[in-house]
T-cell receptor
Framework: GNSVTQMEGPVTLSEEAFLTINCTYTATGYPSLFWYVQYPGEGLQLLLKATKADDKGSNKGFEATYRKETTSFHLEKGSVQVSDSAVYFCALNRDDKIIFGKGTRLHILP | EAGVTQFPSHSVIEKGQTVTLRCDPISGHDNLYWYRRVMGKEIKFLLHFVKESKQDESGMPNNRFLAERTGGTYSTLKVQPAELEDSGVYFC?????????????FGPGTRLTVT
């Protein structure tokens, strides 16, 4: 079946640190891949996406590359800010349903 | 453009009671989705409306859950009778069309606590 596995949190970093949140997926065919973010008190927002192998999605300094050979879509940011504190969800789209990972809570300390 | 709105933001009910959650999609969005996140688990798909019709309800957990979208505008999700395992956050999303060209926009969620 289709599923997404992402690293468990919480992840706590200092401001300006490098961030990686690992994500791997299992799917039939070649799904589109997403990272969603949920800031405190807000809804889920699409952070970035990639629709085919080797595509790189990017937004707000975050990047993720669709790696078909390792079935991965790791989220990275070179220098995190306190405002990046949120819950991050890796996801894929299958038949117009979004299949999510469990989410990773990120805390950034000033 | 107003985003997806959900009401209430938080509901606390006792086991056996009934609760109705409401979702107002973005105006003009024919597609409306319900998802649920149970504590510590993934956000899971419940069902999908296209206008007033149920396109896919494969994720509905059991017949205690009833979703409606009369008139193809807002949607309600009723849980009757509620059980402890129904506690979680219920998200609604809407999109203008189907396929990868159309993003699903999510609401803030309704946190349901069954005691």
């Amino acid at each position: 079946g289709n599923s997404v596995t992402q690293m468990e949190g919480p992840v706590t970093l200092s401001e300006e640190a490098f961030l990686t949140i690992n994500c791997t997926y299992t799917a039939t065919g070649y799904p589109s891949l997403f990272w969603y973010v949920q800031y405190p008190g807000e809804g889920l927002q699409l952070l970035l996406k990639a629709t085919k192998a080797d595509d790189k999605g990017s937004n707000k300094g975050f990047e993720a590359t669709y790696r078909k050979e390792t079935t991965s879509f790791h989220l990275e940011k070179g220098s995190v800010q306190v405002s990046d504190s949120a819950v991050y969800f890796c996801a894929l789209n299958r038949d117009d349903k979004i299949i999510f990972g469990k989410g990773t809570r990120l805390h950034i300390l000033p | 453009e107003a985003g997806v709105t959900q009401f209430p933001s938080h509901s606390v009910i006792e086991k056996g009671q009934t609760v109705t959650l409401r979702c107002d999609p973005i105006s003009g969005h024919d597609n409306l989705y319900w998802y649920r996140r149970v504590m510590g688990k993934e956000i899971k798909f419940l069902l999908h409306f296209v206008k007033e019709s149920k396109q896919d309800e494969s994720g509905m957990p059991n017949n205690r859950f009833l979703a409606e979208r009369t008139g193809g505008t807002y949607s309600t999700l009723k849980v009757q009778p509620a059980e402890l395992e129904d506690s979680g956050v219920y998200f609604c999303a809407s999109s203008r069309g189907l396929g990868l060209s159309y993003e699903q926009y999510f609401g803030p969620g309704t946190r349901l606590t069954v005691t």
